[in-house]
């Protein structure tokens, strides 16, 4: 249960927000699975987060995938198999609306999401952290590919026979180096980091919030908990990202009103 919300306060906090987005000529987002909960996805440590009663660090690890490799395939191809139905919900669409107000060269969306709906809401400077679910890549020849189409538990490369593996970042693993340089580059030029939907626990990623304060950025997170993030934050905003970000953003947006 969450507690009740005091409209008026959530207004002002939403003015204090939208203030200092409109004070920024270069703003940053970071965002985590919370954003695509209200698109069906269930988060990584919400109530629904449990795969088959494992967590998500017994099987989004290098480890996992030595051990028990088909184990860790399924539970790949079902995420793979549910983001054929999921679409972007209103706050993609208001992240959208975002990058399109601040502006292309002052704006970066940088998400631990591999689920690809920022992308395919239509948000352009789209910097993936933990990597992609609908790409694969070959842990013999390297090869990456886009494979949106369903594959067996135990998917081999068609050039050496090695195992293909899903090409997202596990624990344990290194971010993509150019990815990741671009984020830090993103959030030390912005004025100000929105937060949104991430429980910010995991690194390097969650470090970029100290980064962008230390740089003199505003921070506004939006998250119906307190996280990590809370205390790093100029304003924090409780409640959905489906709804608090189209809020938000009907107050910076000119007419008032979101494209539709
Ligand atoms: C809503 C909402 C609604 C719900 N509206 N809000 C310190 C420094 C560096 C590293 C470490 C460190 N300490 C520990 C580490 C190691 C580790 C780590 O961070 N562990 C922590 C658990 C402590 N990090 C790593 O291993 C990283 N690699 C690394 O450090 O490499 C070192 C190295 C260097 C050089 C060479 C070699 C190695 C890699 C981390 C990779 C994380 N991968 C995963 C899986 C990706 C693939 C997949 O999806 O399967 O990424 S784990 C998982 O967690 C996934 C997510 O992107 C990530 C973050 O989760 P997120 O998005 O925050 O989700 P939740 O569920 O935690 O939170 C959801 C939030 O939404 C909650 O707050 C809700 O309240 C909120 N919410 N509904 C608004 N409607
Ligand atoms: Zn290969």
Redesign the pocket.
């Known amino acids: 249960m969450h507690p009740p919300v005091d409209e008026h306060a959530l207004d002002e906090l939403l003015e204090h927000a939208a203030d200092a987005l409109r004070a920024a000529g270069c703003v940053a987002v970071l965002t985590?699975?919370?954003?695509s909960?209200?698109s069906g996805l269930p988060?990584?440590?919400?109530a629904d987060?449990l795969w088959e009663g494992h967590r998500?660090e017994e099987v989004?690890t290098p480890f996992a995938f030595e051990r028990d490799p088909t184990l860790v395939w399924r539970f790949y191809n079902a995420r793979r198999a549910s983001l054929r139905s999921v679409r972007p919900n209103p706050g993609h669409h208001a992240l959208v609306a975002l990058e399109e107000h601040v502006g292309r060269g002052h704006f970066a969306l940088i998400t631990?999401?591999?689920d690809g709906l920022h992308r395919s809401a239509g948000s352009r400077h789209v910097l993936e952290l933990?990597?992609s679910l609908a790409r694969i890549r070959c842990t013999g020849c390297g090869q990456v590919e886009e494979r949106g189409d369903a594959l067996d538990d135990l998917p081999r490369c068609l050039e050496c026979n090695a195992l293909l593996r899903p090409d997202?970042?596990?624990?344990?693993?290194?971010?993509p180096e150019v990815v990741w340089q671009e984020a830090e580059d993103a959030v030390c030029r912005c004025q100000c980091l929105l937060v949104?939907?991430?429980?910010?626990?995991?690194?390097?990623a969650a470090?970029l919030i100290a980064t962008a304060r230390a740089g003199g950025a505003r921070v506004i997170e939006?998250?119906?908990?307190t996280?990590e993030a809370s205390r790093l934050a100029d304003v924090c905003l409780r409640g959905?990202?489906?709804e608090l970000l189209p809020r938000l953003l009907k107050k910076i947006l000119p007419e008032g009103r979101l494209p539709v």
Do not use: C, D, K, M
């Open positions: 985590g699975a919370g954003v909960a209200e988060t990584f440590r919400g987060g998500v989004a631990q999401n591999v933990h990597g997202v970042v596990w624990f344990y693993e290194a971010l949104a939907g991430t429980s910010a626990i995991v690194h390097p470090g939006v998250n119906l908990a996280t959905p990202s489906g």
